[in-house]
């Protein structure tokens, strides 16, 4: 089976790594795409700490040596050279074109965890009516600091993505190199100004979220 | 929270981070879905995350059969 851990503009060249399993990274020209992968015994790729971190060093790896690089998702394997070919041949524009949204950039994580709500739930005076309008109080507040929090740093960004779940921000952005330190400063600042919550930025990664193209299939 | 603590948490969440993005995010070129959890041996790793993105994985995986199964 094959395993690919990205797809390539212009890679320079692979990265002095070993593959899963050990074994050698080979670079496949595909459609005028760099692909990077390796071959795997098993047909079934096991999600492993060692599997994941050594496929997320390959791809670390790849950002540096090439122009633009789409990580691929973990746990896709391919029976052999003709289905992948077949495979990127179909999706070839999609892929072109997120190489060159992505080029230049590197991603951020960010998660901000903390309430964002001072005390908008003391007006609940035990009523059904009044719990839920200070429930929904405490919401629109919740996304109000939220917004805050989120804007400045996607006016930075190429492209931003937020995630639901029930932290106050989970959210990516693709960031251009260039930008990166400003970035870096301008969460340390929202850090600052928001000492009770809890500000983790993460990055720079690949753009692991930002490798699948929004429009991707509508032509 | 002293100074080691809150640099052993950041390090646990950006490992979180890194096996979200792996296994979460990326291009997903074609091919089958082929995951195995047998042998997970994520020590650092908060195992429930993990399971998480697997179950994800799971559901795509059924998406992907049942639209096979409609084209056929």
């Not at chain 1, 960010?110 to 009523?127: E, Q």
């Not at chain 2, 096996?19 to 089958?32: A, E, M, P, Q, T």
Request: glycine fraction near 8%; hydrophobic fraction near 40%.
């Amino acid at each position: 089976m094959i395993h690919l851990y990205g797809v390539t503009q212009d890679l320079e060249e692979l990265p002095a790594l070993a593959g899963l399993d050990g074994s050698p990274l080979e670079r496949w020209r595909i459609e005028g795409l760099d692909l990077v992968v390796s071959r795997v015994e098993l047909d079934r790729p096991e999600v492993s700490q060692d599997a994941v971190l050594r496929h997320a060093e390959v791809v670390e790896e790849l950002l540096t040596r090439s122009r633009s690089v789409l990580p691929a998702q973990f746990g896709r394997a391919f029976a052999d050279e003709e289905e992948l070919s077949k495979a990127v041949r179909t999706k070839a524009t999609d892929l072109r074109r997120s190489l060159t949204r992505v080029s230049g950039c590197v991603e951020f994580g960010l998660r901000v965890v903390g309430s964002g709500t001072s005390d908008v739930g003391a007006r609940d005076d035990g009523s059904g009516r009044s719990y839920m309008r200070a429930r929904l109080a405490e919401s629109k507040e919740r996304d109000r600091v939220s917004q805050k929090l989120h804007e400045p740093l996607a006016q930075l960004s190429r492209e931003s993505v937020r995630f639901s779940g029930g932290e106050l921000l989970v959210a990516a952005y693709l960031v251009p190199v260039a930008e990166a330190a400003v970035f870096g400063q301008q969460v340390r600042g929202l850090e600052a100004a928001h000492p009770e919550l809890t500000v983790v930025c993460t990055g720079p990664w690949p753009p692991y979220s930002f490798a699948v193209d929004p429009q991707e299939g509508q032509g | 929270v002293n100074a080691r603590d809150q640099q052993a948490l950041k390090q646990q969440v950006t490992l979180l981070e890194l096996v979200d993005r792996v296994l979460n995010k990326g291009v997903v070129v074609s091919g089958d879905i082929m995951l195995s959890v047998a042998n997970v041996d994520l020590v650092y790793v908060g195992l429930r995350v993990l399971l998480s993105s697997v179950a994800t994985l799971e559901e795509r995986r059924e998406e992907l059969i049942a639209e096979g199964a409609g084209r056929r």
